[in-house]
């Protein structure tokens, strides 16, 4: 398999490409080709692609075609056209391309058209906080740019009581994440009665996140929203984005249990790649001790940014990430009356710490970033121009994703993944075929595993009674409603199961475990 989805591409497709600054990137990789050949297992180099362009479609709303051409947006790449051609023609997508490459035009497009024709409303939901909010300012960008007058709200565990009503009730778009469906939303879906009823599309960001137990919960979660969708009278389309994984179609089908259609083929264009892969240079060649994988990041990093490139390092730690932001900050940071050009970002920051980060990354005030996989999933921190993995992050998908934080706006990217002493970590860089001609993994669920369905089923129960007939996804559950009457939780009358009991069945069901 080729490079081709390995380093990516271009911004969001929002705004006219920056000129893209190749020689820089090219000169620093054929530096650290020269200077540490000894250390670089293999090399791949991916050359620029031109985009593929499609057409506006002519049914778009004139206001929001102004709002795109003020945005630089005279023409969609082809995939953005073909996944707008199939909810045109009703029917349900993924899309499936690389970092970078326009995904979000796939469904803000539709879903703000939708807003503007019909009145329709859609239900967005991220696995972070940060991407929720992260979408909200991309969609109130846009909104402002064309004086669309559609509402955006997040909806979390941070949106104050005495604002939930204005969401639930005036908002047309709701961004949310899969905990606030499953114990905040669907259990109360009454007082989103307003809402439901006009719902018209339901996106889903992020789809390769929801595997193993957390995938199986969200699957059953998505159940039961179409349950609630069905007592309203709507039947919404889904969209759903993923990162490359080996089976986009085949997981959000599962995922959703709706028929899905593909979109894979980016038309996106995309400046030239570069990926190296590094081994450190033996310390004690007798016992076999290398130098550490950190201390060659460090060295990759402070090059970069002395080259006058942007980078973002990828740890595999907290720690790390805070070892690593210690050593460069030693180097470019030492004089505190001058603005930082290092900064930390993972879990357990403060989110307004974390907000400003984000912020100065776009801006383009900061050097270098040093991250968990926190950086991992789609938030915006505006173009890079190197990306250094401390470590292959074990996955195929997951490494690629990282790579592919840089490289934006067609600009020529390096890539440099530095293996660990971790015995997975040599097999790759001495074996790297392996990474470069694999398929990214499958991600795999199993929304009918027994303990985790009969809890969704329980929460069902509360949310809507059963009847005799009713399916839970493809299966036949009335084992599941006799067992649970068995318990005293539902009553039988007639054909219908209600609950009874005085339990809040959802807040007892965690969507991490079993």
């Given at each position: 398999?080729?490079?081709?989805?390995v380093l990516s591409d271009v911004e969001s497709g929002f705004g006219a490409p920056e000129a893209p600054a190749p020689d820089r990137v090219a000169a620093l990789a054929a530096k650290l080709k020269r200077k540490y050949r000894g250390c670089i297992t293999a090399e791949a180099v991916t050359p620029a692609q031109i985009g593929r362009y499609a057409p506006i479609p002519d049914s778009i709303d004139p206001r929001l075609r102004q709002a795109l051409q003020s945005r630089g947006v005279r023409e969609l790449y082809s995939h953005q056209a073909e996944a707008w051609r199939v909810l045109d023609?009703?029917?349900?997508?993924?899309?499936?391309?690389?970092?970078?490459?326009?995904?979000?035009?796939?469904?803000?497009?539709?879903?703000?058209?939708?807003?503007?024709?019909?009145?329709?409303?859609?239900?967005?939901?991220?696995?972070?906080?940060?991407?929720?909010?992260?979408?909200?300012?991309?969609?109130?960008?846009?909104?402002?740019?064309?004086?669309?007058?559609?509402?955006?709200?997040?909806?979390?565990?941070?949106?104050?009581?005495?604002?939930?009503?204005?969401?639930?009730?005036?908002?047309?778009?709701?961004?949310?994440?899969?905990?606030?469906?499953?114990?905040?939303?669907?259990?109360?879906?009454?007082?989103?009665?307003?809402?439901?009823?006009?719902?018209?599309?339901?996106?889903?960001?992020?789809?390769?996140?929801?595997?193993?137990?957390?995938?199986?919960?969200?699957?059953?979660?998505?159940?039961?929203?179409?349950?609630?969708?069905?007592?309203?009278?709507?039947?919404?389309?889904?969209?759903?984005?993923?990162?490359?994984?080996?089976?986009?179609?085949?997981?959000?089908?599962?995922?959703?249990?709706?028929?899905?259609?593909?979109?894979?083929?980016?038309?996106?264009?995309?400046?030239?790649?570069?990926?190296?892969?590094?081994?450190?240079?033996?310390?004690?060649?007798?016992?076999?001790?290398?130098?550490?994988?950190?201390?060659?990041?460090?060295?990759?990093?402070?090059?970069?940014?002395?080259?006058?490139?942007?980078?973002?390092?990828?740890?595999?730690?907290?720690?790390?990430?805070?070892?690593?932001?210690?050593?460069?900050?030693?180097?470019?940071?030492?004089?505190?009356?001058?603005?930082?050009?290092?900064?930390?970002?993972?879990?357990?920051?403060?989110?307004?710490?974390?907000?400003?980060?984000?912020?100065?990354?776009?801006?383009?005030?900061?050097?270098?970033?040093?991250?968990?996989?926190?950086?991992?999933?789609?938030?915006?921190?505006?173009?890079?121009?190197?990306?250094?993995?401390?470590?292959?992050?074990?996955?195929?998908?997951?490494?690629?994703?990282?790579?592919?934080?840089?490289?934006?706006?067609?600009?020529?990217?390096?890539?440099?993944?530095?293996?660990?002493?971790?015995?997975?970590?040599?097999?790759?860089?001495?074996?790297?075929?392996?990474?470069?001609?694999?398929?990214?993994?499958?991600?795999?669920?199993?929304?009918?595993?027994?303990?985790?369905?009969?809890?969704?089923?329980?929460?069902?129960?509360?949310?809507?009674?059963?009847?005799?007939?009713?399916?839970?996804?493809?299966?036949?559950?009335?084992?599941?409603?006799?067992?649970?009457?068995?318990?005293?939780?539902?009553?039988?009358?007639?054909?219908?199961?209600?609950?009874?009991?005085?339990?809040?069945?959802?807040?007892?069901?965690?969507?991490?475990?079993?």
């Amino acid at each position: 398999m080729s490079l081709n989805a390995v380093l990516s591409d271009v911004e969001s497709g929002f705004g006219a490409p920056e000129a893209p600054a190749p020689d820089r990137v090219a000169a620093l990789a054929a530096k650290l080709k020269r200077k540490y050949r000894g250390c670089i297992t293999a090399e791949a180099v991916t050359p620029a692609q031109i985009g593929r362009y499609a057409p506006i479609p002519d049914s778009i709303d004139p206001r929001l075609r102004q709002a795109l051409q003020s945005r630089g947006v005279r023409e969609l790449y082809s995939h953005q056209a073909e996944a707008w051609r199939v909810l045109d023609d009703g029917g349900h997508c993924v899309v499936a391309t690389p970092t970078a490459s326009g995904k979000t035009l796939c469904f803000n497009g539709p879903v703000l058209n939708a807003a503007l024709q019909h009145e329709a409303k859609a239900l967005y939901l991220f696995p972070t906080k940060a991407l929720a909010q992260d979408q909200v300012a991309e969609l109130m960008e846009l909104n402002r740019a064309g004086e669309l007058g559609v509402r955006a709200y997040t909806f979390d565990g941070d949106t104050p009581s005495d604002a939930r009503q204005a969401v639930r009730t005036k908002g047309d778009v709701v961004v949310t994440n899969p905990d606030m469906l499953h114990q905040a939303i669907l259990p109360h879906h009454t007082k989103w009665a307003q809402f439901f009823q006009s719902l018209r599309f339901i996106v889903i960001d992020e789809v390769h996140s929801y595997r193993g137990v957390f995938g199986a919960h969200v699957a059953n979660v998505l159940r039961r929203l179409q349950r609630v969708c069905a007592f309203y009278g709507v039947r919404p389309q889904y969209i759903c984005c993923s990162a490359t994984i080996g089976n986009p179609r085949e997981h959000a089908q599962a995922l959703t249990g709706m028929a899905m259609q593909a979109v894979t083929d980016s038309g996106a264009p995309r400046g030239a790649s570069h990926l190296l892969f590094w081994n450190p240079p033996p310390i004690n060649p007798d016992l076999g001790i290398r130098a550490s994988a950190r201390s060659q990041v460090s060295k990759l990093a402070r090059m970069s940014v002395k080259a006058g490139l942007k980078a973002i390092l990828f740890a595999q730690s907290r720690l790390m990430v805070e070892v690593l932001t210690k050593y460069l900050k030693d180097v470019f940071d030492h004089d505190p009356r001058k603005p930082a050009r290092v900064r930390a970002y993972r879990g357990g920051y403060l989110p307004e710490e974390r907000r400003l980060t984000e912020k100065l990354m776009r801006a383009g005030s900061i050097d270098a970033i040093v991250s968990t996989s926190a950086l991992e999933l789609g938030v915006d921190i505006g173009a890079l121009d190197v990306a250094l993995l401390c470590g292959y992050p074990g996955s195929i998908a997951a490494t690629r994703q990282r790579l592919g934080r840089a490289g934006r706006r067609q600009q020529s990217a390096l890539g440099v993944l530095v293996a660990s002493s971790e015995a997975l970590d040599q097999f790759v860089v001495r074996n790297p075929a392996y990474f470069l001609e694999q398929s990214p993994e499958h991600a795999r669920i199993d929304p009918d595993q027994l303990l985790i369905m009969l809890d969704h089923i329980r929460c069902a129960a509360f949310e809507l009674p059963f009847t005799d007939h009713d399916r839970y996804g493809e299966r036949d559950i009335r084992e599941f409603l006799e067992y649970l009457a068995e318990e005293g939780v539902l009553h039988r009358d007639g054909t219908r199961w209600h609950w009874i009991d005085d339990s809040y069945p959802a807040g007892a069901v965690n969507l991490r475990s079993v």
